[in-house]
C-alpha cells in the first residue's frame, strides 16, 4: 500500500515538473504583457492637427489611434497648471483620488480638496481622476480636428488623470472616442486591434467594466490562452503630446513621473460626419477654450439622440438611408413593440424635408427633446417594456 501510495506521489510530482516546463516554455509566460511577440509597429504619428474632416475619414470612422506630437504645448493648460498655481487657483476644489497605483477596480475612493492631495499625491500610493471643474474649462481648449463635423454636440466629459507616476492601468476599452493630452510625465501604451475580440475576451473578462482580468504584470498564458498570439501595438507619449484613443480598441497604460498629469475629452463615436455644421463655422483656429461648449451628461437628450441614431450606423457609408432600410432596422431593434404606424410617425418626424429618405443631417440635427416628448416609447419611457432597446453609450472607463 505504501508502494503504490509513493509510486503515485512520483507521478504527481513528474507530471507537475512536466506541465510546469511545457508552461514556461509558452513565449510570455508570466511576464509583463506584450512579451509573448514583437509589437507589430509604433502608432501613426503626426505633428500637425489634421481638418476635422481628414480626421474622421482617416482615423475616426475606421478606429485608427494617432498620436499627436507636441500639440498639447498649445494649451494654457500646458505652462499654467504647476502645482503651485492649482493649489491657488484651484485649491479648493473637491476631487476623488483612487488609493493604488496599479489599478484595482475593487479598491475605494477618497474625497480630498485639490490642494490636500497636492500636498501628499508624490508620496502617497494614489492618483487622482477627476472631471474638469467648470471654472478650469478655459485653460484647457478642445483641438481643432473636433472644432466642427458634429463632435462639440455630444461631448460627453473632460477628466483629468493625475499622479506621481508608477500608475498602470487594466487592459480595457472604453465604449466611446476619446483624446488625452499630457501636460507633464510620459504614458507608454499597449494597443490591441478591436478585431481581436475574440482572443482578448475569450477569458476571464468582465463585460460590465470593459477590462481583462489578466494580470498585465504576469499574464498567465495557460488561463488566458487568447494572449498567446495576439497581435499588439505600441505608443509612447512624451510631454506636450496628445493621443486619439478610438473606441473599443484595447489598451493598457503605464505612466511615468515623478509628476504625471494629463486630460483627455470624451465624445460620442459619430455614426457620420456632419459637413453642414463645419460649412457654418467656417474657418477654424487651431483650438478653442473648453467653456465655450456644453459637456453633456450621460443622461441627457442629446445622448439619447446619439444612442437611438447608432441604430443606422450599418448605413454610415450611404449619403442616405431609404424607408425601406429604415423600416427593416426599426423592427430588428424594436420587434414587437413599435408597430407599423408608430414606424412611420416618427419617419415623418426624421424626415424634414419630406423626401421619403433620411439624409445624416436630419438624423443628427432633429429637435431631439420634441421627439423624446412625442415618442417616449422609444426609449421605453413608458409603462411597456421593450424587448430590446437601442444600444446604451455607457460611461467611459479608465483611460
Not at 10 to 39: D, K, M, W
Not at 213 to 238: C, H, L, Q, Y
Not at 244 to 271: D, E, K, M, T
Amino acid at each position: 500500500m505504501l508502494r503504490i501510495s509513493t509510486s503515485y506521489f512520483c507521478f504527481f510530482v513528474v507530471l507537475g515538473f512536466l506541465t510546469s516546463n511545457i508552461a514556461s516554455e509558452i513565449p510570455g509566460h508570466l511576464q509583463y504583457l506584450g512579451s509573448h511577440r514583437p509589437a507589430e509597429g509604433t502608432i501613426e504619428h503626426t505633428d500637425t492637427w489634421p481638418d476635422p474632416e481628414t480626421f474622421y475619414n482617416n482615423y475616426i470612422k475606421p478606429g485608427k489611434p494617432l498620436l499627436f506630437k507636441g500639440k498639447a504645448k498649445e494649451i494654457p493648460a500646458f505652462n499654467l497648471w504647476t502645482d503651485e498655481y492649482l493649489r491657488k487657483q484651484y485649491g479648493h476644489i473637491k476631487v476623488d483620488v483612487e488609493e493604488g497605483k496599479k489599478e484595482n477596480r475593487s479598491l475605494g475612493v477618497q474625497d480630498l480638496s485639490l490642494s490636500s492631495f497636492v500636498k501628499v499625491y508624490r508620496k502617497a500610493d494614489i492618483y487622482m481622476v477627476e472631471s474638469l471643474h467648470k471654472e478650469m474649462m478655459d485653460e484647457f481648449h478642445l483641438p481643432k480636428p473636433i472644432l466642427c463635423g458634429g463632435y462639440t454636440r455630444f461631448l460627453q466629459d473632460a477628466v483629468i488623470w493625475f499622479s506621481s507616476g508608477g500608475t498602470k492601468s487594466v487592459l480595457h476599452f472604453d465604449n466611446i472616442d476619446n483624446i488625452n493630452c499630457l501636460m507633464d510625465g510620459s504614458k507608454e501604451l499597449i494597443f490591441i486591434d478591436k478585431k481581436y475580440k475574440d482572443l482578448v475576451e475569450k477569458d476571464g473578462f468582465v463585460e460590465k467594466g470593459s477590462y481583462s482580468s489578466v494580470d498585465i504584470e504576469k499574464v498567465d498564458m495557460e488561463k488566458f490562452p487568447g494572449f498567446r498570439n495576439v497581435p499588439w501595438w505600441t505608443a509612447s507619449m512624451e510631454k506636450g503630446d496628445c493621443l486619439f484613443i478610438p473606441s473599443r480598441w484595447y489598451h493598457h497604460v503605464s505612466s511615468a513621473g515623478p509628476r504625471n498629469l494629463a486630460i483627455n475629452i470624451w465624445f460620442s463615436h459619430l455614426p457620420k460626419f456632419n459637413q453642414t455644421d463645419c460649412k457654418e463655422k467656417g474657418e477654424l483656429p487651431e483650438s478653442l477654450p473648453l467653456n465655450k461648449f456644453t459637456i453633456h451628461s450621460l443622461d441627457s437628450s442629446e445622448m439619447s439622440r446619439m444612442s437611438f441614431v447608432e441604430m443606422f450606423s450599418p448605413f454610415e457609408d450611404k449619403e442616405e438611408i431609404s424607408v425601406e432600410e429604415y423600416i427593416a432596422t426599426m423592427k430588428k431593434v424594436y420587434q414587437n413593440y413599435i408597430d407599423h404606424q408608430e414606424v412611420m410617425e416618427i419617419f415623418g418626424f426624421l424626415d424634414l424635408n419630406h423626401d421619403m429618405v433620411l439624409q445624416w443631417d436630419e438624423l443628427l440635427t432633429f429637435n431631439i427633446d420634441d421627439f423624446i416628448k412625442e415618442f417616449p416609447f422609444v426609449f421605453g419611457e413608458d409603462d411597456g417594456d421593450m424587448e430590446e432597446e437601442p444600444k446604451d453609450f455607457g460611461k467611459h472607463e479608465e483611460l
